[in-house]
């Protein structure tokens, strides 16, 4: 099994950082990509940012110059630093992973979500 759990969300003032974590563990052989996705309320969920193996990413134009998203090879860990938050950032955050399992095939597996709200 795998598992993927985020942590560093909660009540930030407008323009205030935060820094969101997102670990991944159990019977992995290797990891892909991973990234970070925001489901507003009433909305679809967004691409925020994303990394590579290589260490390449890419970011929502919304977010760019302000979020920084970055990789831990040892523990399995994806962080995503967030600044000069705006109220439009608010939302819940998913971690995204693509792991090739013991089943020998790659697989997409997602964190439960962390509540991010930016307000004053």
């Known amino acids: 099994q795998v598992q993927v759990v985020e942590s560093g969300g909660g009540l930030v003032q407008p323009g205030g950082s935060q820094t969101l974590s997102c670990r991944v563990s159990g019977m992995i052989f290797s990891i892909g990509t991973m990234g970070w996705y925001r489901q507003a309320s009433g909305k679809q969920r967004d691409l925020v940012a994303i990394?590579?193996?290589?260490?390449?990413?890419d970011y929502a134009d919304s977010v760019k110059g302000r979020f920084a998203i970055s990789r831990d090879y040892g523990p399995n860990t994806v962080l995503l630093q967030m600044n000069s938050l705006k109220p439009e950032d608010t939302g819940v955050y998913y971690c995204?992973?693509?792991?090739?399992?013991?089943?020998?095939?790659?697989?997409?597996?997602w964190g439960q979500g962390t509540q991010v709200t930016v307000s004053s």
């Open positions: 995204h992973s693509r792991i090739y399992s013991s089943m020998s095939r790659w697989e997409d597996h």
């Open positions: 990394i590579t193996p290589g260490g390449s990413t």
